[in-house]
């Protein structure tokens, strides 16, 4: 469909179609499940039809839910309880399990982290969510692939990960060891990933205090202060419960 001049009615029936009605049944199975497809619906609409269309509105996720529960008609019975529908979703997402990868080169010195597509982005490892019945490892073959383009399915041990559960979530990382810092590495995914870069695991800021110490090391200038400071620990809130 092309959605030069497609009204917003016109493409609420074309996600609905896509996302909704010729989705199987087991994936609208709870308000979560078809919530996690408005989400889906909402990425298309923002990043694939806007681009085409800018005069269509921008809707954040919750503006976008509420109209998509009235426009639908299999969703009508939820129209008038959307905003606690989707309350409910939130605080369901954020129990959904995360997997992904440490990401480590021959020195294992440095790792690979993300930075997400907005500028108020922090950085953090590569992973996401884990999908209905998916293998953990599975999961973080994926998400690691999606948002850096490296396939790391021949590195990934089933016992070799950390994990930490945080706010109830559960997230698990597992550790890729040995990969080179030549690496092409390349997001899968539109406009979710703005740099992929290789950092000094002695420069992230952990959970616990460093004690502030003159280091060099190749790639660094000599005298350079390494304590908790060196990174903005705001910017790392992601990958501090990760670092000891």
Not at 76 to 88: G, L
Not at 99 to 127: E, H, Q, Y
Not at 130 to 138: A, C, G, L, Q, Y
Not at 173 to 188: A, D, G, R, W
Request: charged residues 30%; contains cysteine; glycine residues 4%.
């Amino acid at each position: 469909m092309a959605w030069t001049n497609a009204s917003f009615d016109n493409v609420l029936d074309d996600l609905s179609s896509r996302f909704i009605i010729n989705v199987p049944d087991e994936e609208l199975a709870s308000v979560e499940r078809i919530c996690f497809q408005i989400e889906q619906a909402h990425w298309f609409y923002e990043d694939f039809i806007r681009e085409q269309n800018p005069a269509l509105p921008s809707f954040n996720l919750k503006s976008f839910s509420a109209k998509f529960f009235q426009h639908c008609p299999l969703l009508h019975e939820w129209a008038n309880e959307h905003e606690t529908a989707f309350a409910n979703f939130m605080e369901y997402k954020i129990r959904v399990p995360v997997c992904g990868a440490i990401i480590l080169n021959d020195a294992m010195d440095k790792c690979i982290l993300v930075k997400g597509w907005t500028a108020r982005s922090g950085w953090g490892f590569p992973k996401g969510k884990i999908n209905k019945d998916e293998p953990d490892t599975s999961c973080a073959v994926r998400e690691v692939w999606e948002e850096t383009g490296f396939d790391v399915t021949d590195k990934i041990r089933d016992e070799d990960f950390v994990e930490q559960t945080i706010k109830d979530q559960r997230i698990r990382l597992y550790i890729i060891k040995s990969v080179p810092e030549n690496t092409v590495f390349e997001p899968q995914t539109r406009k979710e990933i703005s740099k992929i870069e290789w950092h000094y695991i002695a420069d992230l800021p952990t959970s616990k205090p460093k004690p502030i110490e003159k280091g060099t090391h190749s790639g660094r200038e000599s005298g350079t202060e390494r304590s908790n400071g060196i990174k903005n620990p705001s910017r790392y809130y992601m990958v501090t419960p990760f670092v000891q």
